[in-house]
Antibody, heavy 121, light 111 residues
Framework: EVQLLESGGGLVQPGGSLRLSCATS????????MSWVRQAPGKGLEWISG????????YYGDSVKGRFTISRDNSKSTLDLQMNNLRAGDTAIYYC??????????????WGQGTLVTVSS | QSVLTQTPSASGTPGQRVTMSCSGS????????VYWYRQLPGTAPKLLIY???QRPSGVPDRFSGSKSGTSASLAISGLRSEDEADYYC????????????FGGGTSLTVL
């Protein structure tokens, strides 16, 4: 059974940093691209970043480019998202997402339960 | 404002067939696959349709997807009360060095 478990969310002040992690199991982690998708309170889904199965290719959405960094450790089957210079607009539930192929796409076949990040003073 | 455009709301009665649309451009829907997700309140999204018109195992054939040019559609036949949810389309966008994009979502009400 595929499992994705996010951690690291919480309350952070504007301008601060936070690191999200996603522990995975139930599939061959290095075979699949992974993504982060967020959802602000009462709003729709926003794709924010993706990384290829091997980790050599990364993509970012415009709203987080230059501030967020996605990474993965295939030896530990974990996915991370380093978030710097956080803004109030980054307040959202952050979902760890498994892609259906090795390359980054919006084909997400499994989602984590999400972790809440709140940016507020 | 979302890159992919969806009608904010839709409604239907039990047993009815409803369709919802997703409009994009040549850099996303026009040149890449479309995916559809359903999200029940307070839960993570779930994949309904992949690669335009394919259903994952476990998704009933009441759900169908199609794509034409820069637009895509999701149809639900035999509408049930449990279909009341938010539905999102998604696609890869080749602009801006590549990025994923979602529609703003369609909130479906079963009357």
């Amino acid at each position: 059974e595929v499992q994705l478990l996010e951690s690291g969310g919480g309350l952070v002040q504007p301008g601060g940093s936070l690191r999200l992690s996603c522990a995975t199991s139930g599939f061959t982690f290095s075979t699949y691209a992974m993504s982060w998708v967020r959802q602000a309170p009462g709003k729709g889904l926003e794709w924010i970043s993706g990384i290829s199965g091997g980790g050599g290719t990364t993509y970012y959405g415009d709203s987080v480019k230059g501030r967020f960094t996605i990474s993965r450790d295939n030896s530990k089957s974990t996915l991370d998202l380093q978030m710097n210079n956080l803004r109030a607009g980054d307040t959202a539930i952050y979902y760890c997402a498994k892609t259906g192929v090795t390359t980054v796409t919006t084909w997400i076949d499994y989602w984590g339960q999400g972790t809440l990040v709140t940016v507020s003073s | 404002q979302s890159v992919l455009t969806q009608t904010p709301s839709a409604s239907g009665t039990p047993g009815q067939r409803v369709t919802m649309s997703c409009s994009g451009s040549s850099s996303n829907i026009g040149s890449n696959y479309v995916y559809w997700y359903r999200q029940l309140p307070g839960t993570a999204p779930k994949l309904l349709i992949y690669r335009n018109d394919q259903r994952p195992s476990g998704v009933p054939d009441r759900f169908s997807g199609s794509k034409s040019g820069t637009s895509a559609s999701l149809a639900i036949s035999g509408l049930r009360s449990e279909d009341e949810a938010d539905y999102y389309c998604a696609a890869w966008d080749d602009s801006m060095n590549g990025r994923g994009v979602f529609g703003g979502g369609t909130s479906l009400t079963v009357l």
